[in-house]
């Protein structure tokens, strides 16, 4: 009996070790197959919305370059659902709220009214605007800093209007009225008119404005401001860039020159010269402010608005020469 305990007692010593021997030679696979350091998420996708106001040449630019910008940066993992809203402003509030409701990861809004109505749709999805000129005066922010605080950040089209003032004056030095033409429903043409207004009026010019509501009331507006005055400038303004030809056909018969804000308006109403950006690169830089949110976490509310990092003096070839004008080697053709 007591050999037989002795032999019990063995045989189970004999299997304590056996076992422990075999946990020992399962550690290495289990490190073989653990990652070394910590686990790494899989790769989220991201859902972007795009309110363009309307399809013209500048917008269109800057929705490609924020299109291309995120596409570079995440390759399939982002997907767009582009709208335009055709001009009109309560076709751009019905956009954003689909997007709101559809859960979007952020939105894009091409133009000043796409801003303001997707500022109104959501207060928590971030929101980054493109070809807007001033943000306090399209956000209707007083106390201006340079950052919304809001879910709102973006890129700025505007080129300084004191360069164009200084500009128009290079070229037109002896005209002595000069009309500003621009959509009244449109907020920051209002802040391009005031400002370069004050400028012009320092230069010694006598400046009228001349607003209209909409597309059909243009034709009547450029036919007075172009027949009152020595030339005409054209503020970057969508309902402008998308009726061009209209000031085109009644300024050139008429022998009025036009400098125009962006070279898309400045190529389509026959205008002489512009100070000019590209607003692929700034649709660009907003794709990429928006991969700073998506991916690196940051907060809008701080993100301090870019502008265009270059400005461009162009001329239109065929204008000059109608209007015998010889500009400086600093201007590129359009």
């Known amino acids: 009996m007591k050999n037989m305990k002795r032999i019990i007692l063995i045989l189970m010593s004999i299997a304590l070790v056996l076992l422990s021997l075999t946990a020992c ?25 795009i309110c363009q106001l309307v399809q013209h040449e500048a917008l269109d630019a800057a929705t490609k370059g924020f299109r291309d910008a995120l596409t570079d940066k995440l ?3 982002v997907k767009f659902d582009e709208q335009n ?30 801003l303001q109505a997707a500022q109104t ?8 605007g493109t070809s807007v000129t001033d943000y306090g005066t399209a956000l209707d922010i007083d106390d201006w800093t340079g950052k919304t605080g809001k879910n709102i950040s973006g890129t700025s ?46 230069m010694g010019y006598s400046v009228k404005s001349y607003t209209f ?7 009547t507006v450029a036919k007075a401001a172009i027949s009152e005055n020595d030339v005409i400038y054209l503020p970057t303004d969508n309902t402008i860039a998308s009726n061009a030809e209209i000031i085109k056909n009644i300024a050139l018969p008429a022998k009025v020159p036009i400098i125009a804000g962006e070279e898309g308006i400045c190529s389509a109403s026959g205008g002489v010269a512009t100070l000019s950006i590209s607003y692929y690169d700034l649709g660009y830089t907003t794709g990429e402010m928006a991969y700073e949110i998506l991916v690196n976490g940051k907060d809008p509310a701080t993100m301090e608005i870019r502008y265009a990092p270059k400005f461009t003096k162009k001329y239109n070839p065929d204008i000059c020469d109608t209007f015998g004008i010889t500009l400086p080697d600093e201007y590129e053709a359009l």
Do not use: R, W
């Open 121 to 128: 749709s959501t207060n928590k999805i971030p929101i980054l």
């Open 75 to 77: 390759g399939d993992k």
């Open 157 to 202: 089209d505007l080129a300084p209007l004191d360069q164009q003032a200084a500009m128009l004056h290079e070229i037109f030095p002896d005209a002595h009225k000069v009309g500003i033409i621009y959509c009244s429903a449109e907020p920051n043409s209002k802040y391009q008119d005031k400002v370069i207004t004050e400028h012009l009026t320092d």
């Open 25 to 49: 030679g399962k550690s290495p696979e289990v490190s073989d197959t653990t990652p070394s350091g910590p686990e790494q998420p899989e790769a989220q996708s991201y859902n972007i919305g």
């Open 85 to 114: 809203a055709n001009g009109e402003p309560d076709i751009s509030a019905t956009i954003c709220n689909q997007f709101v409701s559809s859960g979007v990861d952020l939105i894009m809004a091409n133009a000043t009214p796409a």
């Open 213 to 219: 509501s909409d597309s059909n009331d243009l034709q």
